[in-house]
């Protein structure tokens, strides 16, 4: 989109939230309309102001998984004040499509500092692991509490033992096919939008 001059020839820009290098180059970034041409610094500052859901997501990144981009992504969709990778490996950003530059990103080395963390937090997050495994519940009924932190595991592994031991509960999303599980990525965004049912989540909703 833009430059803005060709956008809108006649119009100046003097909103001072508007980002100079973005009114001459042009805004092509995955941002809603309202936040066009818009500074990061700014659309953090709104984000905050309108106040973000109650949920956080951990992902465990013990090799590298090239599916956490679009977690990231989907927990800025649906509001997550936090995202927490968990393990010693940078993770690929690709699939974020720049969505992280406006989250909370925490780094952590182990599920014993997310435990950590969700102890001395201030929302008191409940942490709930997502994995298809011996004694889960379905997704589909399970009674989120509103302040949570949703734990996924990676794309070949699943969840570690220690997050499994960690988490309050496990939930799992019924499947009717062959397959035993679906893409990582995928769960996560559906995970996230049954956190969001389940709570009547009335993070920001912007035209």
């Not at 119009?11 to 309202?34: A, H, I, T, W, Y």
């Not at 969700?118 to 589909?140: M, T, Y």
């Not at 960690?166 to 939008?193: D, F, L, P, W």
């Amino acid at each position: 989109m833009g430059p803005w001059k060709e956008e809108f020839p006649d119009k100046d820009p003097d909103d001072p939230r508007f980002d100079p290098e973005l009114l001459e180059e042009g805004d092509r970034r995955n941002v809603l309309d309202c936040y066009r041409y818009w500074s990061v610094e700014a659309i953090r500052e709104d984000l905050d102001k309108r106040g973000w859901s109650d949920l956080e997501i951990a992902c465990e990144n013990w090799t590298h998984d090239f599916n956490i981009g679009s977690m990231v992504r989907s927990a800025n969709a649906f509001g997550a004040r936090g995202v927490h990778i968990i393990g010693p490996h940078k993770w690929n950003r690709k699939g974020s499509l720049m969505t992280e530059v406006y989250e909370r990103v925490y780094q952590d080395s182990s599920i014993g500092d997310l435990v950590s963390y969700a102890k001395n937090s201030p929302f008191k997050p409940h942490l709930i692991a997502v994995d298809n495994v011996e004694g889960s519940v379905p997704i589909e009924t399970f009674p989120f509490p509103p302040s949570c932190i949703l734990i996924f595991g990676s794309e070949a592994t699943g969840l570690s033992k220690e997050a499994l031991s960690a988490a309050e509960a496990t939930v799992y999303i019924e499947q009717r096919g062959s397959v035993r599980s679906i893409n990582a990525a995928a769960a996560a965004a559906i995970a996230m939008y049954a956190y969001s049912v389940s709570v009547s989540c009335k993070a920001h909703r912007l035209a």
